[in-house]
């Protein structure tokens, strides 16, 4: 199921596209599932190529669930979009904006929460890994796990899982936890998402993060 949907809009002759410039958007959505707090973030360039592409600002502003998202002028004259709320997880994130032509144009991101995890056995070990089984579907082509897991004295290690994964047990091998020391840990979960998608004179650059809430387990020798 692709996570971005465009409006239908006029096509012209393609002999009129030749030298045309191509719209670039870059799109962000993260949440975090502790506090239920979400942060999306939209930044424009045009150009005939990415490389050589110049900031660009959508008449009208831009839109994210219905709501106008706050202008804030960045480094390099870049206008980024961005929006802070706290509300329940949906899996349908519209942004909407128009071409430099007045088209309007809405890229509908999409992606499937973490819907719970557990350590198996609440612990893990330093020589056999750690096992983590994830309720529902995991992974699809597009999309990564990141395990983050911190010790005792906040030092950290990171696990990741690139997509499709069918299976819901994942193993965190013993060698990313050669630094993390014995004794009480916890871990969270980040799913990523990362789609690039084109249609006529227009590139989308979606990517979207879900962190999941934090558990404690007992890391073994």
């Not at 070990?125 to 999309?143: D, M, Q, R, W």
């Not at 997509?163 to 193993?171: K, S, T």
């Not at 840990?185 to 990523?192: A, I």
């Amino acid at each position: 199921m692709l996570g971005l949907v465009f409006f239908p809009g006029c096509r012209n002759d393609p002999e009129n596209q030749k030298g045309r410039k191509t719209l670039f958007a870059d799109l962000f959505v993260r949440y975090f599932e502790e506090d239920q707090s979400l942060k999306a973030q939209a930044v424009f360039f045009e150009g005939q190529t990415l490389d050589g592409a110049a900031p660009f600002e959508p008449a009208g502003g831009v839109s994210f669930q219905g709501s106008a998202m706050e202008k804030k002028e960045i480094p390099g004259a870049v206008i980024r979009y961005e929006i802070n709320r706290k509300l329940p997880y949906s899996d349908r994130f519209p942004f909407r904006f128009q071409t430099k032509s007045g088209q309007w144009q809405e890229a509908n991101m999409s992606m499937s929460p973490l819907a719970g995890y557990l350590i198996a056995g609440d612990k893990g070990s330093k020589t056999g890994g750690v096992t983590i089984i994830i309720k529902g579907a995991v992974l699809n082509e597009i999309e990564s796990l990141v395990v983050i897991l911190t010790d005792k004295n906040r030092k950290s290690a990171a696990h990741e899982i690139t997509g499709p994964v069918a299976a819901n047990e994942i193993l965190v091998p013993a060698n990313v936890l050669t630094g993390l020391e014995p004794g009480r840990c916890s871990v969270y979960l980040v799913k990523k998402r990362h789609e690039v998608l084109e249609k006529e004179g227009l590139t989308v650059f979606a990517d979207q993060e879900y962190y999941s809430d934090a558990k404690d387990f007992e890391l073994m020798p």
